[in-house]
């Protein structure tokens, strides 16, 4: 034990107020000052020797679907330097990073502990969809796989040491799903020329999807993200029936004045905010998926992704109504 700044042998009193305040380091962080308030219960207290002395340590190592750990021995989690004396021991002082023969022995048996989780995760995601969806929605096997992997993102993010991206990995699977489902809708009910309703005047086209989301059902005004999208996407989203969620909700809108079955009018009678939640969608997918700022979690969407995503399967593709009677070209 070190002298006592004053020089004097260190008290009891001083040994426990060092041990507490270094545990708060460790623990959260906190310098190494103040005056412990609590009152000393160690009534001995035996100098350490200046010369280091051998002891058997034991440890507990686990293995995981992220490799394997050693835990520290007083308790405090998991102990990376603790790892390394265990690698040099076991592997000898010539062992270096990223070359142990220790890691090589436990990496099968790490591989085989991940793949049962994933296995396990991906079952348990299937489940849940079925389950969500009912068995029709076996019926459209794409759809059925997107579903799947949103839902498999999901449940890999209840993890509470999963990190942000795998987070923002559910945004981006959420809005596959709904792209999936307006391209193949736009396929059934959608025309190629749709888009020549529009102008080269950006505000009479924002003018128009006002008016034509209004006329559906849905709750306006429609946000400013979706009314400003360009002439060039609505139009490469009507013909090609690909393109991000909002040019192909536009291209898709575009064919409901002469659709009075169409599947927008089914959901705007069930969600009038449909539009709205799909601009949230869209903007926190892009902050996720395009490395910009994220969404500080004070400040995190009201939006559930998920649930979006299933209501959105539900509405647009499983309840089907009545046909729209509008033909479509090929």
Same mark, same amino acid.
Not at 70 to 77: A, E, R, Y
Not at 121 to 142: F, G, M, Y
Not at 277 to 302: I, M, T
């Given at each position: ?9 260190p008290l009891?009193?001083d ?7 270094h545990?708060?380091w ?20 035996q ?12 440890v ?16 405090? &989690?998991e102990?990376?330097?603790?790892? !390394? %004396?265990?690698? @040099? $021991? *076991? +592997?000898?002082?010539?062992a /270096?990073? &990223?070359a142990?023969?220790?890691?090589? !022995? %436990?990496?099968? @048996? $790490? *591989? +085989?502990v991940?793949?049962? /989780? ?22 459209h ?6 579903a ?17 991206d ?74 090609s029936?690909r393109g991000?969620?909002?040019p ?20 705007a009678?069930?969600?009038p905010?449909?539009l ?13 998926a ?8 004070q400040?995190?969407?009201s ?28």
């Amino acid at each position: 034990m070190p002298e006592a700044p004053n020089g004097r042998e260190p008290l009891p009193a001083d040994i426990l107020r060092a041990a507490r305040s270094h545990a708060r380091w460790v623990r959260y962080g906190e310098e190494l000052v103040g005056v412990e308030s609590r009152s000393a219960r160690l009534e001995v207290a035996q100098r350490l020797p200046g010369s280091p002395e051998r002891l058997l340590l034991a440890v507990r190592a686990r293995v995981g679907p992220t490799g394997w750990t050693v835990d520290d021995p007083f308790g405090l &989690g998991e102990c990376l330097h603790t790892r !390394r %004396l265990v690698e @040099r $021991a *076991l +592997d000898g002082l010539g062992a /270096t990073r &990223g070359a142990s023969a220790l890691r090589e !022995r %436990l990496r099968p @048996r $790490a *591989l +085989d502990v991940e793949s049962a /989780t994933l296995k396990e995760i991906l079952q348990n995601a299937e489940a849940r969809v079925a389950d969500r969806l009912t068995v029709a929605i076996h019926e459209h096997p794409e759809l059925f796989g997107r579903a799947v992997a949103m839902q498999r993102a999901a449940l890999e993010a209840e993890s509470t040491s999963c990190p942000q991206d795998k987070r923002d990995d559910v945004v981006v699977k959420a809005q596959q799903v709904i792209e999936h489902v307006l391209g193949e809708l736009l396929r059934e009910h959608g025309r190629r020329d749709d888009h020549r309703s529009l102008t080269s005047d950006d505000r009479f086209n924002a003018q128009l999807f006002e008016q034509l989301a209004v006329g559906c059902g849905f709750a306006g005004p429609i946000p400013k993200s979706l009314k400003g999208v360009r002439r060039g996407k609505v139009q490469a989203a009507s013909e090609s029936r690909r393109g991000s969620v909002l040019p192909l909700v536009l291209a898709l809108l575009l064919g409901t004045p002469e659709a009075p079955g169409h599947p927008l009018r089914r959901m705007a009678a069930r969600s009038p905010r449909f539009l709205t939640e799909l601009a949230e969608l869209a903007g926190v997918r892009d902050r996720a998926a395009h490395g910009g700022r994220r969404v500080p979690r004070q400040e995190a969407p009201s939006l559930n992704v998920i649930t979006f995503a299933y209501d959105a399967i539900q509405t647009l593709v499983l309840d089907r109504g009545a046909s729209s009677g509008r033909p479509t070209d090929s």
